[in-house]
Each structure stands twice: as structure tokens, then as C-alpha cells.
């Protein structure tokens, strides 16, 4: 298994930057893939960005040229910057650890950490 533990969250207001840290471990060797999900109360979760070890990334429509995904592979760290936040970006915000083989796939996850963009 692979735990996860987030860092970051917090309150700020629009335009303004977070930064979430998630730190893998355990079976690191797994996985080749982690990234960010976000769960608004009433909605379904949805991706906000992943990426894999060779650096490979994928970015949910909203966040697009906004938020940036990376990773430290010799700290099996994951990095989630947020830049020019918005009110509707609140949301708790959860990483995850899986593979990317013919699609991205998830199968482990953290406590989440909370997200609120004042307006």
C-alpha cells in the first residue's frame, strides 16, 4: 500500500496563490503516477492535475494555465502551485497515487486538505 500525506491548504483570497504538497510512502515502487482530485460539498470529485514519473501531465479544463503540477521522484513528493485562485476552487482538495497505463488510474488516496478562496 501507499500512504499519502497532504500539506498546504488553507484560506486566501481570489488572485491569489497556494501551494498543496502530498508526500508519498510505503509501495512507491507501485505506482508510476500521483496527483490531485478536489470534491466540492454537493458535487462529484473531479481531477484537477496528475502526472507520472517521467513527467507526463494531464490538467482538468478549469484549472488549465492556472494551476501547475510537479513532482520530486527522489522524495516521491507531489507539488500542486495554484495560481490566480477563484471562489469556485474551494473545494477539499485530495491526492492520489496509481498508474497511468492505457488511462490514469487511482487507487490510493489521502485525508484531503481544505481549500477556501475568499472573493
Known amino acids: 500500500q501507499v500512504q499519502l500525506v497532504e500539506s498546504g491548504g488553507g484560506l486566501v483570497q481570489a488572485g491569489g496563490s497556494l501551494r498543496l504538497s502530498c508526500a508519498a510512502s510505503g509501495r512507491i515502487s507501485s505506482i508510476n503516477a500521483m496527483g490531485w482530485y478536489r470534491q466540492a460539498p454537493g458535487k462529484q470529485r473531479e481531477l484537477v492535475a496528475a502526472?507520472?514519473?517521467?513527467?507526463?501531465?494531464i490538467y482538468g479544463d478549469s484549472v488549465k494555465g492556472r494551476f501547475t503540477i510537479s513532482r520530486d521522484n527522489a522524495k516521491s513528493t507531489v507539488f500542486l502551485q495554484m495560481n490566480s485562485l477563484k471562489p469556485e476552487d474551494t473545494s477539499v482538495y485530495y491526492c492520489a497515487a496509481g498508474n497511468r497505463g492505457t488511462k490514469w488510474t487511482f487507487s490510493s488516496w489521502g485525508q484531503g486538505t481544505q481549500v477556501t478562496v475568499s472573493s
Open positions: 502526472i507520472t514519473n517521467d513527467g507526463s501531465t
